[in-house]
């Protein structure tokens, strides 16, 4: 039986179902006869990513609302701190730069900044 691929009940030929019996084992359910059998799969992952293999600053990149998230941090007023769009408000009059930063790589301290004003992304490479 290859529990990779649907599962039928042997006594009724229905469909089963996989549930979580009392002891949380996985179990193939029938639903018509009430049938129960043990799950017999070896891995019980049904879908796996791993997001160290991949830029989390392209992810970042591509959400235009990023900026109105009000959970990330912020960086109001500092002049080392600066946009890299010269045609910027804040690098054109007196308006105090305001930058969003998100660190997306934890092992090599990586971050993207994004200006609250003109919404430009530039990383610390």
Not at 2 to 8: A, N, R, T, V
Not at 27 to 53: L, Q, V
Not at 69 to 75: A, G, R
Request: charged share 30%; with cysteine; glycine share 2%.
């Amino acid at each position: 039986m290859d529990d990779s691929e649907i599962h039928f009940c042997e006594e009724c030929q229905n469909m089963t179902y996989l549930y979580l019996d009392k002891d949380k084992k996985l179990i193939h359910h029938c639903k018509a006869c009430e049938k129960s059998e043990p799950f017999t799969g070896k891995d019980n992952c049904i879908y796996s990513i791993d997001f160290r293999e991949y830029d989390k600053s392209e992810y970042i990149n591509h959400n235009p609302y990023i900026t109105h998230d009000v959970t990330l941090p912020k960086i109001e007023g500092n002049s080392n701190l600066k946009c890299t769009n010269p045609e910027c408000i804040c690098n054109v009059s007196d308006k105090p730069s305001s930058v969003t930063y998100i660190k997306y790589d934890d092992d090599k301290m990586k971050y993207i900044y994004i200006c609250n004003h003109c919404g430009q992304k530039w990383k610390n490479d």
